[in-house]
């Protein structure tokens, strides 16, 4: 007898496009007595003998069994069923908390006043219900180890997400106001890491119980049994407990006590299968509205780039301070700003400078690394009064300067650098170094580390050549500077431009081209009967698409024949 139980318990993942509420479970248990168990095995052994043998055990089946020894019920989602102790609860209306209970005290009423609940053995607990809540995992776990013979260990996250609907309910009091306690913990430990992280998702749950009492005997809180706990998350997910029994032996359940009763339980998912015509028509939908959605998405976008005007390039960066390494302080923060060169230009209500907020380092390796992750956007116009055929002159330029704060409100300057923008559009990764201007002697160094303050620039750009400097060359000599850390940027380029056509430029092209073939006497004539050809050949085409095409038909069709004569 013990090959015809299903041992396997475990729950089973389903993922489906229907709404949860068209679940439907038929539930079924049945009380193992010695009379079912003996015509079971005999139906068995005459079956696997000879093919009509089981109609001489028609007598000794249990098809009309009913009552304590058997029930089933149809279950759909979060639908309530009440237990004899609930119904015994809720029956005084002094019981009743909640308006929850009291909804129940309702329903009790009108039942009692009806012919009763359909239900005998078999209840349910939703998921707003007090016990669903609060039920501890000992019970749980008890419960399940009734379904299996073997006896198996919780895992620790398995213990930790049992208790994790109880402890949230346990934070408010019953003034609804949150305890004052530690909600940040800025130096957790290890110990403390390993109990706080547990996966909190927002599930909904059911529980599928059976009061297993013994006959006359019912509503006893002991002798309640978990059969089958389902979940969901509201995205299509659904988590049954154990698994359907659909083609499979029924689950054994064994109560606890004297007696040791056995129980079978039957689990089938009877939901209603969906139309083949509702189905197609459901389809339908979800392909008109995702029509209609992608519709909509266009006409936000448009079908044409907005496009800059013409001879003007644009610009647009989308960068990242990533991180910052080696400086000699902590508590780091980046002050930045761009500068923009002759004939280029931005939005009147671009910002083009920043700071970044204070970040603590934190050892990677042997070096300090403070991890900004700060984003930063801009956008620039470029705009070419005449076009060259060289290169952009100049790009735009972000300078930098790394500050640190400690607890004592003490500035010191860590280092400047300058970020040249990439003249490739694309993705860039790019490692600035800094340094910072040194003054000799003691008293400088005394007054950086105990008030801090240090020397500084009174032009951020001389870091590099400044763009108001007019010579060839840039001395610095006798400035004293230290080498300092590095700054790591993220960069994101976008470059647009649309073609610049000038009537001037494009005679100079083609001058130059008659050039590289030789060279001719009279250019200017071969360029003006090179124009006056590209224009009588446009007039050609326009006439041409303004015949009717029945007319340019026969033309093409006379031809032919002429050519076939020939």
């Known amino acids: 007898m013990a090959d015809c139980w299903n041992t396997d318990t475990g729950e089973a993942v389903f993922r489906s496009r229907d709404v949860v509420k068209n679940l439907r479970i038929k539930v079924r248990i049945e009380r193992v007595t010695s009379t079912a168990a003996l015509s079971q095995h005999l139906q068995q052994q005459v079956l696997s003998q000879q093919e009509g043998g089981a109609i001489e055990l028609e007598t000794l089946t249990s098809k009309g069994q009913t009552g304590d020894n058997e029930e089933e019920q149809v279950v759909g989602w979060q639908e309530k069923l009440f237990s004899q102790y609930e119904m015994e609860l809720f029956q005084n209306e002094a019981a009743c908390q909640t308006p929850l209970d009291r909804q129940y005290h309702t329903e009790v009423k009108a039942l009692n006043k009806a012919k009763g609940k359909r239900n005998h053995r078999l209840f349910t607990y939703t998921d707003h219900d007090r016990y669903t809540n609060c039920l501890p995992f000992q019970q749980l776990q008890e419960a399940t180890d009734l379904l299996t013979t073997t006896k198996s260990n919780p895992t620790f996250l398995a213990e930790r997400m049992a208790s994790v609907r109880h402890r949230r309910q346990e934070r408010r009091t019953m003034d609804s106001s949150v305890p004052k306690s530690k909600i940040i913990t800025w130096e957790p430990t290890e110990e403390f890491v390993k109990n706080s992280h547990v996966v909190n998702n927002t599930m909904q749950t059911m529980h599928i119980m059976a009061d297993l009492s013994p006959p006359g005997r019912l509503g006893q809180k002991e002798n309640e049994c978990l059969l089958v706990t389902i979940k969901t998350d509201g995205s299509g997910t659904v988590i049954v407990k154990p698994d359907f029994t659909k083609g499979k032996e ?17 689990l089938e998912n009877v939901s209603a299968v969906m139309k083949p015509e509702e189905k197609e028509k459901e389809q ?10 992608k519709e909509y998405l266009n006409s936000l976008v448009g079908q044409d780039f907005e496009m800059p005007p013409a001879g003007i390039l644009r610009y647009v960066m989308n960068g990242e301070i990533v991180s910052a390494k080696g400086f000699e302080y902590d508590n780091l923060y980046i002050h930045f700003f761009v500068e923009l060169p002759n004939n280029w230009s931005s939005l009147p209500f671009q910002c083009l400078s920043g700071v970044t907020q204070t970040c603590q380092t934190k050892t990677v390796g042997k070096e300090n690394v403070a991890f900004f992750s700060f984003p930063f956007s801009f956008e620039a116009f470029f705009m070419c009064e005449k076009e060259t055929e060289e290169s952009i ?10 500050l640190s704060l400690d607890s004592w409100q003490r500035y010191r300057t860590e280092g400047y650098g300058y970020l040249l923008f990439p003249a490739i559009p694309g993705k860039h990764t790019v490692t600035c170094h800094t340094w910072r201007p040194l003054q000799t002697g003691t008293v400088s160094a005394l007054r950086r580390f105990f008030i801090g303050g240090s020397p500084e620039l009174e032009d951020h750009s001389y870091v590099r050549i400044p763009g108001t400097f007019k010579g060839e060359r840039l001395s610095r000599f006798g400035f004293c500077t230290e080498t300092t850390g590095s700054v790591t940027f993220n960069l994101h380029c976008i470059q647009q431009a649309r073609a610049f056509v000038d009537a001037t430029m494009l005679k100079k092209r083609r001058q130059k081209v008659f050039d590289q073939l030789g060279g001719f006497s009279q250019q200017g004539a071969v360029c003006t009967i090179l124009e006056a050809f590209q224009r009588a050949r446009r007039r050609m085409q326009e006439a041409r698409e303004s015949l009717p095409r ?16 020939m």
């Open 250 to 266: 029924p689950y054994r359940i064994v109560t606890d006590g004297e007696r040791r009763e056995v129980w079978r339980l039957f």
């Open 284 to 293: 339908n939908m979800y392909k008109d509205l995702y029509v209609r959605h």
């Open 393 to 402: 002159p100049q790009w735009p330029v972000l300078y930098f300067k790394v």
């Open 550 to 565: 029945d007319l340019i038909n026969a033309t093409s069709q006379l031809q032919i024949e002429s050519s076939a004569y």
